[in-house]
């Protein structure tokens, strides 16, 4: 028998919350050019969407990390695939994810950014799970904060799937 959906966030609700943190982020920057480096895989359909927000000068650049394989939850050991094209010495980087659970992923990531020597390191992400966190980091722009329930969609997969789908959901029991 097939899991029947539970949605907690609407294509709509998503896109005006990502509007609204768009205008934070560049209310934030006051004019300054930003270094976005997003967390693929999963940040994808949120960084693009945040982006096409925003009203700043932009550079955007991609790391591929992982911690999760194909698990419902973080394993804390977070993986850093390739290396970045963009020079981050001097510049303000925006660190873009789609979600921050046990904050081992961002903290990995932000430490590894910041031994680059940037002017500054500010993190976004769609999602805020605080129950989980392991590590002591919080994210500067968060769209939503959720409880801790298994999600998926808008970026977030199950196994290698439902990254496509454009509202974030459960399954009910």
């Known amino acids: ?3 029947k959906e539970l949605v907690l966030y609407s294509r709509e609700a998503i896109a005006e919350r990502v509007g609204e943190l768009a205008k934070e982020i560049d209310a934030a920057y006051a004019g300054e050019e930003i270094l976005i480096i997003g967390l693929l895989r999963g940040c994808f359909v949120f ?3 945040l982006v096409r927000e925003m009203k700043s000068k932009m550079e955007i650049d991609f790391m591929t ?3 999760y394989e194909n698990n419902e939850s973080s394993s804390g050991d977070v993986k850093v695939f390739g290396d970045l094209r963009s020079e981050v010495k001097g ?3 925006l660190i873009v994810d789609d979600i921050i659970d046990t904050g081992h992923t ?5 430490e590894a950014i910041n031994k680059m020597e940037p002017a500054s390191v500010k993190t976004a992400v769609m999602l805020d799970k605080p ?3 392991q590590v002591d980091f919080s994210a500067d722009f968060t769209g939503f904060t959720i409880d801790d329930v298994f999600i998926v969609g808008y970026g977030l997969n199950y ?6 789908k454009p509202y974030i959901y459960t399954y009910e029991d």
């Not at 196994?159 to 496509?164: E, V």
Request: proline share 4%.
């Open 91 to 93: 510049r303000h980087v």
């Open 106 to 110: 961002l903290k990995t990531v932000a």
């Open 47 to 49: 960084c693009s969407d």
């Open 159 to 164: 196994g290698p799937y439902y990254r496509n």
């Open 131 to 133: 129950s989980r966190r």
């Open 1 to 3: 028998m097939e899991k």
């Open 65 to 67: 990390t992982s911690s």
